[in-house]
T-cell receptor, first 112, second 113 residues
Framework: QKEVEQDPGPLSVPEGAIVSLNCTYS??????FMWYRQYSRKGPELLMY????GNKEDGRFTAQVDKSSKYISLFIRDSQPSDSATYLC????????????FGTGTRLLVSP | DAGVTQSPTHLIKTRGQQVTLRCSPK?????VSWYQQALGQGPQFIFQ?????ERQRGNFPDRFSGHQFPNYSSELNVNALLLGDSALYLC????WGQGQGYTFGSGTRLTVV
């Protein structure tokens, strides 16, 4: 069993839709949770970073962490064609231990 | 302010050969980590360098080795290449102790034939 599970998609939505992306994990030691966006032929770009449980909002993006369920989510409001990319969740145990464990990524396609 | 720079962009090698990939970290960053991303998969941690020493290592064989130079740049070496080593190799830089502040490069696409 992988430490981090993520549906690979693709997830196809029309422009303006609300998108929900999710990951589950098995290691209760994870404390830091991140979402990266990766465009084709590019490296991952950090979108959101959350510590422990709770919500964090940044513009059209909201990250949620539920440590009791070992479940994290990224919501994208008013999705745009430019949001079409692969979204990777990542997590690690503490600030000093920098190894990130990634999900497989979910490919998102937003059609005009 | 330049971000993380990796070279070369693409590389084709034959099984059994050796390859060296290079990374220049973002200005001000002192820690370099390398990740392997196979097609359709998330990045897998290879190792991390800080102060010219390997600090952490993932589940990769010792055919994978690295180096960090005094200017914080880094190299990843892979010996005795296998077909399964074909992947996108990503370099990420950060400040030591700030694992949530990674900046990734665009990667080197390695194809082993």
């Amino acid at each position: 069993q992988k430490e981090v599970e993520q549906d690979p998609g693709p997830l196809s939505v029309p422009e303006g839709a609300i998108v929900s992306l999710n990951c589950t994990y098995s290691n209760s030691a994870f404390q830091y949770f991140m979402w990266y966006r990766q465009y084709s032929r590019k490296g991952p770009e950090l979108l959101m970073y959350t510590y422990s449980s709770g919500n964090k909002e940044d513009g059209r993006f909201t990250a949620q962490v539920d440590k009791s369920s070992k479940y994290i989510s990224l919501f994208i409001r008013d999705s745009q064609p430019s949001d079409s990319a692969t979204y990777l969740c990542a997590m690690n145990k503490n600030t000093g231990f920098q190894k990130l464990v990634f999900g497989t990524g979910t490919r998102l396609l937003v059609s005009p | 302010d330049a971000g993380v720079t990796q070279s070369p962009t693409h590389l084709i090698k034959t099984r059994g050969q050796q390859v060296t990939l290079r990374c220049s970290p973002k200005s001000g960053h002192d820690t370099v980590s390398w990740y392997q991303q196979a097609l359709g998969q998330g990045p897998q941690f290879i190792f991390q360098y800080y102060e010219e020493e390997e600090r952490q290592r993932g589940n990769f064989p010792d055919r994978f080795s690295g180096h960090q130079f005094p200017n914080y740049s880094s190299e990843l070496n892979v010996n005795a290449l296998l077909l399964g080593d074909s992947a996108l190799y990503l370099c990420a830089s950060s400040h030591w102790g700030q694992g949530q502040g990674y900046t990734f490069g665009s990667g080197t696409r390695l194809t082993v034939v």
